[in-house]
């Protein structure tokens, strides 16, 4: 059955904070070796959806298979094959880089130290370095590094590349690729920066009012303008974003 | 390395400022301490003191300031179950507050055992709260602080969130106290350290159901208002519950409760009613709290048909009903029930008014104690230690260092005693006293001092109309006016002691003697004509007169007893 062999499959998700939906009966399928895109308005319901599949957020209602596992029973299983980075990693002060890495490799079975060590090279990561003292694209490479280097089968990524410089970018993503290359994984991307898309995915979904609008290959659905949604105009809210494109 | 260990070992980590701090703190209270001198039992409390206030501190700072800065949303994405991280939490809470503990334990001994004096370390060890009490305690903060900082961002106001919670949780085991004492149960009392303990775990439940499973529910409003309305509805239930069962308690045990025990009656003045207190004893944590909390109820039964009458339930009056001044009953006002806290006499509690109108009775209930009981008072009431109370609310004090009197006497009103050593005389200004075991009149303003008796042992006991004072030595009973010190009739030379004088509302004169070294037989004695009537198997504890009717007591059993006048059993009022 194709649900059961891709990485990633909602269906009839309904999430609500209080009386508000946020996912309101969402079906979506993640398919294996994709990239996918992930966009929408603010408060669409992005992230929500990031923390249901990596089970740190248990739905109201839906069934959701990740890797084949129930994220809201397996979690802690299923977050050790998941590599998941976001927008800030939030990581004590005290701590350096190099401890931050060494804390998650007692909690990851997988964790390979060789690996660790390759990614911090090819994206100039100084472990030594005190955490209070990354900058903003530091702290986002060390979440890029940390989501790596178990060699995850499913990537989920929410909005890693915001606020960063070109450089920093493009470092970024081609790191994202090479592991897609490598490992055979599946993304998930959630961005607002249509040239991260572009450089990253190979299909978009979009979502909208709790359900995903639309979905299909990424060059397809750029250039469609139906039913009420504009995928360009989506993609180009980030002023940074429309920028880059540019 | 396991995971969990290196999650507490993270955690604990990132608590180093923390425990520095409290560390730090720790050191500069025992510095205080002992600049000024203190003793190795201040340092024990300081350090239990500081114990709690840590625990609540570092209870607070486990989740509220990881919520705030998102750390905790990125532990969330590690591959860890909640409940590992919630273990994790706690596990370093607990020893956070161990390693506190110890610290604090080693400085003092440290210090003690080089500069204290000698004996002081085992001094201050037996000082520290025994760990059986402790460490619910703490639990119960610990649990409380975690709760209540899943709940805010900031630390600070989980400590004052954790502050109303714990003061709600006081005011509650208080209200159930209240409602299960009148089960004649005292669960908090008997067990509060379980109940602290039970509290905590419910709390530690509560807190790891909340992180694990519903973590973006902890801000929700209406989530918190629906807890809150559950909990006061728990709340409601359980207290309607426990009155349910009081009411049933009561309607299927009452007087043949085993736990009950009767304590002096009074009669009516037609001497067809009795009416005495039963209490069942208290088993508080500690001796004060089990003699100020009596589980008190109010008995009247009807001579000729055996029927009893619960006047006051359990709950009513909160303490005590046993001395004089607490019960009258005459014809003018009827019975007169006043209670108040032997300790501390602001504690008054409630008085009602029994009356009898054609063989029925009827309960009043009286709006002003103090005023309804203020001019029945004896106006001898004596009192040991400092102070006498006379029945306008007015006092005399009586200086008293060790044998000797400091004379005064001012118009103050405040704690009385029950006392053995001083009985005021109708006399203005003077009073009888026993000093250095002699009787003695004492007129307060001369000074002058004239001696009544010698060898005198035991205490005075003024009679119920004051007008007498009984005092024993070894080989004679002596009953002495109170007015002038004369004797009042010739003294009755034996060897049995003179333990009190009997009550009764008519006026007469009985004392109760006992033999030495004996509790099975006693006898009353008439003072006005000397007859005697011998009592046996008689507890005499709460020997009372009823009229010409003779006597009630309560027996070895523990059973009512009503006596003729010649000692002999009529009837078993209450058979337990």
């Keep these: ?246 | 390395m396991n995971a969990n260990f290196a999650l507490v070992l993270h955690e604990l980590r990132n608590a180093r400022a923390s425990l520095l701090a409290a560390a730090g703190l720790t050191l500069l209270v025992l510095a205080i301490l002992h600049t000024f001198a203190s003793t190795p039992t201040e340092s024990a409390a300081a350090i239990a003191f500081m114990w709690s206030l840590c625990a609540l501190q570092f209870a607070c700072d486990s989740f509220a300031t990881d919520l705030a800065s998102g750390r905790l949303r990125t532990r969330s994405a590690l591959p860890v179950s909640a409940r590992m991280l919630w273990g994790a939490k706690l596990a370093a809470f607990v020893a956070s507050v161990v390693l506190l503990a110890a610290f604090g334990v080693a400085v003092e001994l440290a210090w003690q055992a080089g500069c204290g004096r000698a004996g002081a370390c085992s001094e201050f060890v037996n000082a520290l709260p025994p760990v059986t009490y402790i460490l619910p305690l703490l639990a119960l903060i610990g649990a409380t602080g975690m709760l209540c900082s899943l709940m805010v961002e900031s630390a600070l106001t989980a400590m004052l969130l954790s502050g109303l919670v714990l003061g709600g949780l006081w005011g509650l085991a208080l209200a159930f106290e209240e409602s299960t004492r009148l089960t004649g149960e005292d669960l908090i009392s008997r067990h509060p350290m379980s109940a602290a303990l039970l509290c905590a775990v419910v709390f530690f439940a509560i807190g790891q159901i909340a992180f694990a499973r519903a973590q973006r529910r902890l801000g929700d409003g209406a989530v918190r208002l629906r807890a809150v309305l559950v909990a006061a509805l728990l709340c409601s239930i359980g207290l309607a519950g426990t009155a349910a069962a009081a009411s049933w308690h009561w309607a299927t045990h009452g007087l043949e409760d085993g736990h009950l025990q009767i304590f002096p009656s009074i009669a009516s003045p037609d001497g067809r009613f009795v009416a005495f207190m039963a209490a069942q004893q208290r088993r508080g944590f500690n001796s004060r709290s089990a003699s100020q909390r009596q589980l008190t109820s109010v008995w009247v039964i009807d001579l000729e048909t055996s029927e009893r009458h619960l006047i006051a339930a359990p709950g009513q009056f909160a303490s005590d009903w046993y001395t004089r001044r607490h019960r009258e009953w005459s014809e003018a006002e009827g019975l007169v029930v006043f209670t108040e806290s032997s300790w501390n006499f602001g504690g008054d509690t409630g008085a009602l008014r029994l009356r009898t109108v054609d063989g029925r009775l009827g309960v009043e209930p009286l709006a002003d104690p103090k005023q309804a009981i203020g001019g029945r008072l004896p106006e001898w009431a004596a009192v040991t230690e400092q102070r006498v109370k006379n029945a306008c609310g007015k006092a005399t004090t009586v200086q008293w260092k060790g044998t000797e009197f400091e004379r005064k006497f001012e118009g103050e009103f405040s704690s009385t005693h029950i006392g053995i050593g001083i009985v005021l005389s109708q006399r203005p200004g003077c009073i009888l006293a026993l000093r250095e075991k002699q009787l003695r009149f004492i007129d307060m303003s001369s000074g002058q001092e004239r001696v009544l008796l010698e060898d005198c042992e035991g205490s005075l006991a003024a009679s119920p109309d004051s007008l007498a004072v009984l005092a024993c030595t070894e080989t004679g009973v002596h009953v002495f006016s109170t007015d002038d010190g004369s004797p009042l009739h010739t003294p009755w030379l034996r060897k049995e002691w003179a333990v009190k004088w009997i009550e009764g509302d008519d006026q007469s004169h009985e004392l109760l003697l006992r033999r030495r070294g004996t509790n099975s037989i006693s006898r009353i004695l008439d003072v006005a004509n000397g007859c005697e009537v011998e009592l046996e198997g008689m507890g005499l504890r709460c020997l009372a007169r009823i009229r010409d009717r003779g006597y009630t007591d309560v027996d070895a059993h523990g059973d009512l007893v009503w006596l003729n006048r010649a000692g002999r059993t009529v009837k078993v009022l209450v058979d337990r």
Excluded at chain 1, 106 to 112: H, T, V
């Design chain 1, 1 to 246: 059955m194709k649900s059961n062999s891709n990485p990633v499959a909602v269906k009839g998700l309904c999430v609500a904070f209080g009386k508000r939906p946020v996912l309101d009966g969402l079906d979506f399928e993640l398919q294996r070796g994709s990239a996918t895109a992930l966009v929408g308005d603010n408060s669409a319901g992005k992230s929500t959806l990031l923390r249901v599949l990596l089970g740190t957020l248990v739905p109201d209602r839906g069934t959701v298979a990740v890797l084949g596992a129930d994220p809201a029973r397996d979690g802690a299983r299923l977050r050790a094959q998941v590599g998941f980075a976001a927008d800030r990693i939030e990581v004590p002060n005290w701590m350096r880089a190099g401890d931050w890495l060494k804390f998650l490799s007692r909690l990851y079975p997988n964790w390979s130290r060789a690996e660790e060590q390759r990614l911090c090279a090819l994206l100039e990561l100084d472990a030594k370095e005190p955490v209070r003292a990354l900058s903003k694209g530091n702290r986002a490479k060390l979440g890029l590094v940390a989501a790596l280097a178990h060699r995850p089968r499913l990537l989920l990524l929410d909005e890693p590349f915001s606020g960063l410089d070109v450089g920093t970018r493009m470092k970024l993503a081609a790191t994202v690729i090479e592991h897609l290359r490598d490992e055979n994984c599946s993304v998930l991307l959630v961005s607002h920066s249509i040239s991260d898309i572009e450089r990253v995915c190979d299909r978009v979904a979009v979502l909208s009012a709790g359900r995903i609008a639309r979905e299909g290959e990424l060059e397809s659905l750029a250039r469609e303008e139906r039913g009420g949604i504009n995928l360009e105009a989506a993609l180009r809210r980030e002023p940074a974003a429309m920028e880059l494109a540019i």
